[in-house]
């Protein structure tokens, strides 16, 4: 499909921030797109979103259309060896193995200073091991309901938030990421519809502290297909590039990949209920992200 090289825009489209545009000094064809983007805009906002959709499609050639949306074709995908990826300098277990080494370091940083903190505490205002031992206690109990009523999504909110503060690296990679995503859906024909780039924004947005970082899609034609269980291979590539356009775009910047573990495990599992085997799964993966990086 070789959508790598219409990466060049990427981060540029998510400070466009699709449908939500602001512009000064339009006029003629300029003004016009902007008075349909203020349409879908709110259209997306009732939640029309096969309206919305629509009035993108119907206006596709025409003055004040959409530029460039759907424009990236598809081509026949096929399943390259280990041999044929290295000689391309494409390495799947950096690029279908994400370790986010920077939220990593956070978590033990973290638990180091608490260790230390506590310590220091038991020196300076003598707790007693009985007091000690109440605020252990105390301590792996919420960490233990975060983990059981939240998902964990407590501690991920922490951890993402200081990340997001102490480093522009992880920050800008969180960007670079989700605009992989919003980028290869739009050029493939596929509406974004909103997206937040911490979790701290998730939650304001979506009062949910099981989301975090992502891209939303006015994706109803997928979920139409995935319902009967019968999803088709054009619909089905489409939606694998999206999925790992993240993943596939930290790749092409960094020459590795940290975040979108995440994007992987929810592909893996969709890929699964529609009846595909391990061995198969892995295979639709790989042969995404090759179209995304070759």
Not at 9 to 22: A, D, E
Not at 66 to 76: K, N, T, Y
Not at 259 to 275: A, F, P, Q, R, V
Request: charged share 20%.
């Amino acid at each position: 499909m070789a959508l790598a090289l219409c990466y060049c825009g990427c981060s540029s489209y998510l400070k466009w921030n699709l449908p939500r545009v602001r512009a000064a000094n339009v006029s003629g064809i300029g003004s016009s797109r902007l008075q349909i983007l203020q349409r879908v805009d709110e259209e997306l906002r009732k939640g029309n979103e096969r309206e919305a959709l629509a009035l993108v499609n119907d206006l596709q050639g025409k003055p004040g259309g959409l530029r460039c949306f759907g424009a990236a074709r598809q081509v026949p995908q096929r399943l390259y060896s280990l041999d044929e990826l290295k000689l391309n300098g494409i390495d799947t277990s950096s690029l279908l193995s994400p370790v986010d080494g920077t939220l990593g370091a956070i978590e033990r940083n973290l638990q180091v200073a608490a260790l230390l903190g506590g310590f220091s505490a038991w020196i300076v205002f003598g707790f007693s091991q009985s007091q000690i031992l109440y605020f252990s206690l105390g301590l792996l109990f919420l960490w233990s309901l975060d983990l059981i009523s939240f998902n964990g999504g407590v501690s991920n909110l922490l951890l993402d938030t200081i990340a997001h503060i102490v480093s522009q690296k992880y920050h800008n990679r969180v960007i670079q990421h989700e605009a992989g995503h919003f980028l290869i859906a739009y050029l493939l024909g596929v509406l974004p519809r909103g997206y937040t780039l911490s979790s701290l924004e998730a939650l304001r947005k979506e009062g949910s502290l099981n989301v975090q970082a992502g891209t939303a899609f006015v994706d109803f034609e997928f979920l139409e297909e995935v319902n009967t269980g019968k999803v088709s291979a054009k619909m089905l590539n489409k939606f694998s590039c999206i999925a790992l356009a993240g993943v596939a775009t930290e790749y092409l910047l960094f020459n590795y990949a940290e975040g979108g573990l995440g994007d992987i495990d929810k592909l893996d599992k969709l890929l699964k209920s529609l009846g595909f085997t391990q061995k198969k799964a892995n295979s639709q993966a790989s042969r995404s992200a090759s179209a995304l990086t070759l």
